[in-house]
């Protein structure tokens, strides 16, 4: 089973960070509806949800990848099942 750990927005560099998201919102499936959005838009939205605390970083520390996911999805991985 996958160990999961939250990873703080604040507390990973910011050039790291521009670099996660880019990265995540330019993967194959990622749909933004029907017009085209700027990749500087995308970063700016999941930046945003993050700092709402509407999505969260996560770390998978078995095999070494993160993830961005809904708060409750991260709760979930994260044993947290109290969680809102």
């Not at 194959?28 to 999941?46: I, N």
Request: proline residues 5%.
């Amino acid at each position: 089973m996958a160990d999961f750990v939250r990873v703080p927005v604040e507390r990973v560099p910011e050039e790291q960070l521009h670099a996660l998201l880019e990265e995540y919102a330019s993967r194959d499936g990622t749909d933004y509806g029907a017009e085209e959005t700027s990749m500087d838009v995308r970063v700016a939205r999941l930046l945003k949800q993050m700092h709402s605390g509407k999505v969260q970083l996560l770390f998978d520390v078995d095999s070494e990848q993160w993830d961005i996911l809904p708060a409750d999805d991260a709760e979930r991985l994260l044993g947290n099942f109290d969680a809102p």
